[in-house]
């Protein structure tokens, strides 16, 4: 039995953004990045805003008591929504997130990824190590998992940056979404004592 984790602990502050679940009212942020080719490039298809409107039920779906899902990153100061940030289970030979692998009552069975995407306005200002640094936190203080798994396309350079820069370590290549990738990881462990030693 998982203890679902209170509304408030799920909304997750970071120097400059809030994260907080992500809800069907966020269609503009997910539009903003989900139909922008841009910003999908090393991702995934480009949507039109009516598909990106026919999957919010599902990509609002939370996992293990809320602990897995999506958050919608907003600015702390002015509200604005910058992006996403998500902790899912990573797909091996399928192409997308299988949302319903989240269930209120357990874990995927899947490794957890750490992702992110931001709309282009937001860019180049630190702000996906922000999130990735946060969610990986939560994860080691607020679940049960012992590791963090993560993979980008090969040419996406500012994405292995931040996964780097957040202490996940390079192992070399990854089956995830059915391909070969680029994968990282982080462990409880090292997670713990890259804390101890950044005190
Ligand atoms: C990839 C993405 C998340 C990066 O987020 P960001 O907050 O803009 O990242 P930053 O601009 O702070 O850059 C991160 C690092 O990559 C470097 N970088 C940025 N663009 C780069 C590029 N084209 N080539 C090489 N390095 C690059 C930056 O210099 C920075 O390096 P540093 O950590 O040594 O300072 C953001 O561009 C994005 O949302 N892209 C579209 C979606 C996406 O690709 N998501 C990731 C899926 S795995």
Known sequence: MITPLTADALVLDTPRLRLR???????DIACAVLCDPEVTKFVCDTATPEAVAKIMLQITRRGAGGRVGMWCAELRDTGEKVGDGVLTPIPVE????DWAKLVPEAYPDDPIE?????KRSAWGQGYAT???????RFAFE???LDQVVACTDPDNAASQRVLLRCGMRDCGTGRAYAEELPW???TRAEWCAAQASNQ
């Open 114 to 118: 750490v992702g992110y995407m931001l």
């Open 94 to 97: 399928g192409t997308e997130t």
């Open 130 to 136: 922000e999130i990735c640094a946060r969610l990986l």
């Open 142 to 144: 607020a679940t049960t």
């Open 184 to 186: 990282f990881e982080i």
């Open 21 to 27: 679940p992500y809800s069907p009212l966020d269609i």
